[in-house]
T-cell receptor, first 116, second 110 residues
Framework: ETGVTQTPRHLVMGMTNKKSLKCEQH?????MYWYKQSAKKPLELMFV???????ENNSVPSRFSPECPNSSHLFLHLHTLQPEDSALYLC?????FGTGGTGELFFGEGSRLTVL | RKEVEQDPGPFNVPEGATVAFNCTYS??????FFWYRQDCRKEPKLLMS???SGNEDGRFTAQLNRASQYISLLIRDSKLSDSATYLC???????????FGQGTTLQVKP
């Protein structure tokens, strides 16, 4: 059983819908991440939160809006997405962000998003 | 140039074979290096860290060549259960941010 839980596991939405992805970690970690994984492409880091503060925003379009209400929860709010946004969205956590970390990310099983 | 480059494969090998994966990285300031494993339709998981002196974990051996900015993973006596995608991961300069390669797919056949 993973220490990082993502819901929903699958989501189909139209381009005008608004939906949210949820991530919860039960590991007591201080950093949480959203990654995007598309076919034949490397994992792309989208956002990083460290101690509930956003510390990384990798030029992600504003139609993706993250929220970190506390150190255990992370959301990704989605609105007016495009078909090319269809991908696997992976949440991860780590003990800390930045230098000195062990490099171990604990991933959730992902939310597979299809935009019609 | 991609920050982390891997041969995507797939590598198709028979059980018991030895297989090696290579990875190059572009940022000479990268400090830490890792191999992750991702099974089909599963999340990535840390396989092993890569140390300057090289390190071994059972059938798996990781090597780092800082001068050539090159990392390798050697798997000996391949098992069917080794079939997966192996992701090379490096830190981006000295920020600690992890950059993933595209991954190399291994298929071990009976």
């Amino acid at each position: 059983e993973t220490g990082v839980t993502q819901t929903p596991r699958h989501l189909v939405m139209g381009m005008t819908n608004k939906k949210s992805l949820k991530c919860e970690q039960h590991l007591g970690h201080n950093a949480m991440y959203w990654y995007k994984q598309s076919a034949k492409k490397p994992l792309e880091l989208m956002f990083v939160y460290s101690l509930e503060e956003r510390v990384e925003n990798n030029s992600v379009p504003s139609r993706f809006s993250p929220e970190c209400p506390n150190s255990s929860h992370l959301f990704l709010h989605l609105h007016t997405l495009q078909p090319e946004d269809s991908a696997l969205y992976l949440c991860a956590s780590s003990r800390r962000f930045g230098t000195g970390g062990t490099g171990e990310l604990f991933f959730g099983e992902g939310s597979r998003l299809t935009v019609l | 140039r991609k920050e982390v480059e891997q041969d995507p494969g797939p590598f198709n090998v028979p059980e018991g074979a030895t297989v090696a994966f290579n990875c190059t990285y572009s940022n000479s300031a990268s400090q830490s290096f890792f191999w992750y494993r991702q099974d089909c339709r599963k999340e990535p998981k840390l396989l092993m860290s890569v140390y300057s002196s090289g390190n071994e974990d059972g059938r798996f051996t990781a090597q780092l060549n800082r001068a050539s900015q090159y990392i390798s993973l050697l798997i000996r006596d391949s098992k069917l259960s080794d079939s997966a995608t192996y992701l090379c991961v490096v830190t981006s300069g000295n920020t600690g941010k992890l950059i993933f390669g595209q991954g190399t797919t291994l298929q071990v056949k009976p």
